[in-house]
């Protein structure tokens, strides 16, 4: 009996360490219930794409700057850079110039993960889930502007 108790222990013990690690392998849609913590949302085009070297974590996250044909909430310029981190599904080598629409928050924003040390706009994601980058006519993009009453 007391064998049983302790091989329940160590594998209680073994499911809760593994657990986070496993947790952002599952790829999850976007929530639209999520875009409230935007601080901008805005239709437009993506240039100056690049993936930011990092010796440490190569691939980590990528800079690129939106030239904006409108937005939605929030204020933003006509070009803003912004900064994607996604390393849980990894990011593209390259993106078509869109258009997309695409929620950001403002560096220090209180809102779901990003770096605000980088001084610069984050596309929002929730981790293990879909960002909150949408090409236009896609249904996601559909769904987020009429969440907004766009």
């Known amino acids: 009996m007391r064998n049983h108790l302790v091989h329940l222990l160590l594998l209680s013990a073994l499911t809760g360490v593994a657990t986070p690690a496993f947790a952002g392998r599952v790829h999850h849609p976007a929530e639209m219930a999520d875009l409230p913590e935007a601080d901008v949302i805005l239709w437009g085009r993506i ?3 690049a993936i930011v070297p990092n010796e440490r974590n190569p691939g980590r996250h990528a800079r690129f700057d939106i030239l904006v044909d409108d937005v939605l ?10 900064t994607w981190d996604n ?9 078509p110039a869109g258009p997309f629409l695409i929620a950001l ?40 502007a009429k969440s907004i009453g766009r």
Not at 73 to 82: E, L, S
Not at 125 to 141: N, T, Y
């Open 47 to 49: 240039s100056n794409y």
């Open 105 to 144: 928050r403002h560096p220090g924003s209180d809102a779901i993960s990003g770096n605000a040390a980088r001084g610069v706009f984050t596309v929002l994601q929730r981790p293990c889930a879909e960002a909150f980058l949408f090409a236009k006519g896609s249904a996601q993009a559909a769904a987020a």
């Open 73 to 82: 909430k929030g204020t933003a310029t006509d070009r803003v850079t912004a």
């Open 87 to 95: 390393s849980t599904f990894g990011l593209p080598e390259a993106m």
